[in-house]
């Protein structure tokens, strides 16, 4: 009876999928529906900073009670007389929609090196009062190329950072961190889990996400990483030092790029965000938005919702990227989260949230 109840609210008729009473183009959804969110219904409105935002991607970390720190990228962030930044730092303070944010400098400040020009941040985590960031688009000194990601911490919320000296030089090129509540206070087990589309570069679509864990003792020491290597017949995960034998956690035919997962405690899940690829085989950017959930990071992954469309104004697409749903914006239940992300068309190079309820099929 209970499943019969989920296709209703969340149908799937042959190849399409139904969400809040519009049909969503699912042909290619590369997991079955979820049969515990049985409908995810958007808010029209997009809800953006009061007063000055400006850039992109917007990594957050949930740091202290109120306080969350967010990095901008090839923008001035939350004040119009600051100048143009590839990475720079900001607080944001409240809840939305009544949410502000002020910038503040930092010694990782850096000026604008437009797109892939320049480091930006990919993500941001606190753990237990200390501040983790890969930043993307590094670039070593004996290369030309900006397609390499670099790890830095901070003790005092991002004023000061301290680089590793590695850098991941194959696959993990847009690295994000498994997000577990308030300081990292929700966390699993003593490790910090990092996910990333799997490949070099955040400007293109890979088929797989790939994941590696690090004892929290251990965060800026490459040679305690281990990488998921699939799982046991009895399910339970392998992991291993050797980079080359990793497998996916994930994959979609038709890409991702620049993924987020976010442990939702009051659903008891992990929700997995990524863009995908539609028509356009070759673009950097599009409209379309995935939203996936799994009792374990590493899977196994059901659908909640699958969209080429996913962001439109007056009939045209408005290429969106970073799409993360953030802990701090998840109600105690699990059922109603905010998206924040950001995009390049429709007024969308902001910090930009939207609001999404989910309808999730009672425990037996």
Known sequence: MKRMLALSAGLVLGQLFIFNGQSVDGSDAPYPQSTLVTKLTWSPEVVKMKGY????????????????????????????????????????????????????????????????????????????????????????????????????????????????????????????FVQFGRNYEEARDGYIYVAS??????????????????????????????FFAGTAEDGRPLWTRDITKRKPIFTDPRGTQRIAITYNAGLRRYILTSSHLTDNKKATHTAALGVFESPEPWGPWSTVHYEDHWSVEDGKDCRTYHHRFPPKWMSADGKTMWLLYSGLDCDLYSFCVKKATLEVMPEE
Not at 53 to 67: T, V
Not at 144 to 160: E, I, M, Q, Y
Not at 203 to 208: E, H, I, Q, R, T
């Open 53 to 176: 935002a400006n850039g992109d991607n917007w990594p957050i970390a949930w740091a202290d009670r109120d306080c969350q720190i967010t990095a901008f990228c090839d923008g001035r962030g939350f004040f119009e007389q600051d100048p143009d930044l590839s990475l720079g730092f900001a607080q944001v303070f409240g809840d939305p929609p009544d949410f502000h944010a002020k910038n503040f400098k930092s010694n990782a400040d850096t000026p604008t090196g437009w797109g892939a020009k320049g480091i930006k941040a990919s993500d941001m985590i606190a753990v237990d009062h200390v501040l983790y960031m890969f930043v993307r688009n590094y670039k070593p000194a004996a290369s030309d190329d900006f397609t390499n990601s670099r790890l830095a911490c901070s003790t005092n919320l991002g004023v000061n950072w301290t680089w590793a000296d590695w850098h991941f030089s194959d696959t993990f090129g847009c690295p994000a």
């Open 197 to 226: 589309q799997a490949n070099d570069s955040a400007y293109g679509f890979s088929p797989d996400i790939v994941m590696a864990r690090i004892e929290k003792k251990s965060v800026m020491k490459r040679s305690a990483y281990t």
